[in-house]
């Protein structure tokens, strides 16, 4: 039942227990009062004399219309003062119990406020204080998440930071001590972890500026496929060193879409880099673009390492990575596919990753818009 009609009902039991009051009250003190009266005046009227009747009975009649008044007034100030007391009752009844969940959702907000994220409300009603309090259950498990991210974002940070400055301090040291050569293959490679570093760092800020949505956009019409040419033309070397087989499928007749060229050029390098990393030797990557409704839809095939059903819902977070058997090094920052569905959705796209399994293969997806 909705807190309206329940105000509606308090409001319409108050007014039935004053009726109900006033009822009982002027069924019950009226008339004793008046009967009171018409006593006293009986007793008066038999020591008069019958010569003055008839001026008895004009003064009969306005004593008994005072008495009548009187009687109806002592009867109403008795049903007044009963009805404030019952709305009175009610009123902190029903005020009760609709402060107390005020009261318990203030408490909890000042813990919120002090850190206490794991805070949460009980209830068991169903109207809109129960729905405020279902709000707040899931406002407060959002800032635990968003604080849970947090605290995961600098350790994770912690650990990306630490292998590349743990290495150009071990290098530096041993070329102190003596130990390392001072040739230049050493400073070649303190130059790698440090460009690695170097690396990292920027990709943070981008990941940073992504999430905080200050990624300057300049949109305008693109056709898809002078993206899709322009990026494979200039990572076909690279597929040509490793061996794999990058082809371009792409729809006739395809709209030109509403985006920010240099940024999806990067979404796409960064899906095409990934599925150039983790395919091997001899394999094939093929990108396409299509129609799909009112956008038009990019893919990214690969016969690649393949995606675990688990992969698939954590792919695009943070640092995550599939195979967890590789180095730091050599897996990238673990950010890029983050970065990526920021840019995606920036351009009111969406962006997704299928794959039937390991050891078969992935599609990363994503849409964008048509002008």
């Known amino acids: 039942m909705s807190l ?71 009867a109403l100030l008795r049903a007044g003062i009963a009805a404030i007391l019952a709305a009175g009752v009610v009123s902190w009844i029903v005020t009760q119990r609709i402060m107390r969940p005020l009261r318990t959702i203030a408490d909890a907000s000042q813990k919120i406020a002090e850190g206490h994220y794991e805070q949460r409300i009980t209830h068991t009603s169903r109207d809109e204080l129960g729905e405020m309090v279902d709000s707040f259950n899931r406002m407060a498990a959002s800032l635990a998440g968003t604080e849970s991210m947090r605290q995961q974002l600098i350790g994770d940070v912690s650990h990306e930071l630490k292998t590349p400055l743990a290495s150009i301090k071990g290098y530096m040291e041993g070329l102190q001590d003596g130990v390392i050569p001072a040739t230049p293959e050493t400073y070649q490679l303190v130059h790698r972890e440090a460009d690695r570093l170097q690396r990292l760092v920027r990709d943070l800020q981008e990941l940073s500026r992504a999430e905080a949505s200050a990624v300057p956009l300049t949109m305008r019409p693109c056709p898809p496929a002078g993206l899709v040419n322009t990026v494979t033309a200039r990572l076909q070397p690279q597929f040509a060193e490793k061996d794999v087989t ?28 990934n599925a150039l990393q983790y395919t091997p030797e001899h394999g094939a990557v093929t990108v396409s673009a299509r129609m799909a409704a009112d956008a038009v839809e ?27 058997s590789r180095s730091r090094a050599s897996g990238g920052s673990g950010i890029g596919l983050t970065i990526a569905r920021h840019i995606v959705e920036a351009h009111e796209g969406a962006i997704w990753a299928e794959s039937p399994g390991l050891e078969q293969g992935s599609t990363f997806y994503f849409t964008l818009p048509t002008t």
């Open 4 to 74: 309206g009609w329940k105000f509606f009902l308090t409001y319409v039991a108050v007014a039935a227990i004053a009726l109900l009051v006033m009822s009982i009250s002027t069924a019950f003190v009226a008339p004793e009062t008046f009967s009171d009266h018409m006593q006293y005046m009986q007793g008066s009227g038999m020591m008069m004399g019958q010569g003055a009747r008839g001026q008895q009975i004009e003064v009969l009649d306005d004593e008994l219309d005072a008495s009548f008044r009187e009687a109806v007034n002592s």
């Open 246 to 273: 990058l082809t371009v499928d792409l729809s006739a007749n395809l709209p030109p879409v509403r985006a920010d060229e240099d940024r999806i050029e990067q979404v796409l390098t960064n899906l095409l880099g």
């Open 298 to 324: 990019f893919a990214v095939h690969d016969t690649g390492i393949g995606l675990e059903p688990d992969d698939l819902t954590h792919i695009f977070q943070r640092f995550y990575r599939v195979d967890k």
